[in-house]
Nanobody, 126 residues
Framework: QVQLVESGGGLVQAGGSLRLSCAAS????????MGWFRQAPGKEREFVACINWGGSVTYYADSVKGRFTISRDNVKSTVSLQMNSLKPEGTAVYSC???????????????????WGQGTQVTVSS
């Protein structure tokens, strides 16, 4: 079992930066692939980034590649999303998620994640 709590959202101007954090509890966190997803009003949930259990493999959505960076600290049980050069279309609720079994590969498919945080709102003004 993994519990996830996001923080770091807020209001930022276009071109600005935010750093989201996801604090995890549960003894299997260190071995779980993690992902960040976002959902804007009236739209479906969208993949943003994911990372493998060791932090050596990362994937990004094309829309954020080169601007966002996902990382994790297995000692502190956190996964972070550094977001630079934010755009208004990045306005959404951002959620972190964890795969349920140890050592599974990270994936862009939200249906493959078993645990979800409550989300944190990111608003990018133009």
């Amino acid at each position: 079992q993994v519990q996830l709590v996001e923080s770091g959202g807020g209001l930022v101007q276009a071109g600005g930066s935010l750093r989201l954090s996801c604090a995890a509890s549960g003894r299997t966190f260190s071995y779980s692939a993690m992902g960040w997803f976002r959902q804007a009003p009236g739209k479906e949930r969208e993949f943003v980034a994911c990372i493998n259990w060791g932090g050596s493999v990362t994937y990004y959505a094309d829309s954020v590649k080169g601007r966002f960076t996902i990382s994790r600290d297995n000692v502190k049980s956190t996964v972070s999303l550094q977001m630079n050069s934010l755009k208004p279309e990045g306005t959404a609720v951002y959620s972190c998620a964890a795969r349920g079994r140890a050592f599974l590969s990270p994936t862009r498919d939200p249906g493959e994640y078993d645990y979800w945080g409550q989300g944190t709102q990111v608003t990018v003004s133009s």
